[in-house]
């Protein structure tokens, strides 16, 4: 059986907090709540050392463990023992944080961890890099409601021309990943799909993940107490059984303008992933201009990022891939134990 990692990636307010539950709620798998160290711990790696030395190891583990902006604690598993097993495992930054994520699954005594944050979709290079073995599953939504659901988001303090970028840039990203990714680690399911038919769609999904579908995934509700944090209200619809009410909401969540705004902007994406157009008129030119801006200014600062990590590759002080699973280790040329072989009595 597997046990490949598993990441949920898109658009933010696609669903991925209830594809989330539903895997959780396989009886292999566990998805945690949301945390804030993989993407942080990667880019800044080279402040951790060699991590083939025990006592940096240590240190990686105990910033994961105890600083406040990693959110460690929605774990709910023991910092000591973390710390201890990820200083006896293997020396490289993917495996530390893996440690992690594979002690969460213990605690339900599950066999495999996925990750959820739909921000992953424009880093899946890097989580390859950590975890070469992992399996994407990108779940996409009606752009359209996507911008509708972000700008009522109590988080989401940009504007409309920064959400219809969003969902442009998850979309992009999403059509690179399937050209050049292999089919068995990269997947896409519409969310319109899944809400409309889970049992299908679930069965095809667990296809590609390589195991048995489980009835339990199509109320994954239960699950939510125990993955989604009590003071994320906007995840609230998790606690109910899958619904359709909120598909096409987005006619009567826009204004006009923003309507428009979407379907000039989006229109061959949106086409190309199924949803049909309404066809109004164009929006106001200086509304185009302003999003334009922003899509270039959003494109200009990935490719600044882009740039100093290809740099930091250079420099890099120990090895980054996980050495956890059998696959990594075979990846990563580590030769397989053998098990010793008894003579009959």
């Not at 209200?233 to 998790?238: C, K």
């Not at 009410?245 to 949106?270: F, K, N, P, Q, Y």
């Amino acid at each position: 059986m597997s046990d490949r990692p598993v990441f949920v990636i898109g658009c933010p307010r696609s669903g991925t907090t209830m594809l989330q539950l539903m895997l959780h709620s396989h009886p292999r798998m566990a998805v945690p709540p949301e945390t804030r160290f993989l993407v942080p711990a990667y880019y800044r790696r080279r402040t951790w050392g060699d991590l083939r030395v025990a006592q940096r190891r240590r240190a990686l583990a105990e910033w994961i463990a105890t600083d406040r902006s990693t959110k460690f604690r929605e774990l709910k598993i023991d910092k000591n023992e973390f710390v201890r097993q990820a200083v006896e495992g293997p020396g490289s930054l993917g495996s530390v944080i893996g440690t992690a994520f594979r002690m969460y699954a213990d605690r339900f005594d599950k066999a495999r961890w996925g990750d959820k944050r739909p921000s992953y979709v424009k880093q899946v290079d890097l989580l390859l890099r950590l975890f070469p073995d992992a399996q994407f599953i990108h779940l996409i939504r009606d752009g359209r409601d996507c911008v509708a659901s972000l700008k009522e988001m109590p988080w989401y303090t940009l504007d409309s021309f920064h959400a219809v970028s969003t969902w442009a840039e998850a979309i992009d990203a999403g059509g690179r990943l399937k050209r050049t990714l292999p089919s068995d680690t990269y997947y896409e399911l519409r969310y319109e799909d899944l809400t409309d038919d889970p049992m299908t769609e679930l069965k095809k999904l667990c296809h590609f993940l390589d195991e048995d579908f489980s009835p339990s995934m199509i109320s994954p509700r239960e699950a939510a107490s125990v993955a989604v944090p009590q003071h994320k209200v906007w995840h609230s619809n998790t606690h109910r059984e899958v619904t359709r009410s909120r598909v096409g909401s987005w006619a009567t969540r826009l204004d006009d303008w923003e309507i428009a705004l979407c379907e000039h902007m989006l229109g061959d994406r949106l086409e190309s992933m199924g949803y049909e157009l309404t066809g109004v008129p164009k929006p106001a030119k200086e509304h185009v201009v302003a999003c334009q801006k922003t899509m270039q200014k959003r494109k200009a600062s990935r490719m600044r990022k882009g740039v100093r990590d290809r740099f930091n590759r250079l420099r890099e002080p120990s090895p980054v891939a996980a050495l956890l699973t059998a696959r990594q280790r075979s990846m990563a040329g580590v030769p397989q134990q053998r098990k010793e072989l008894t003579e009959p009595v």
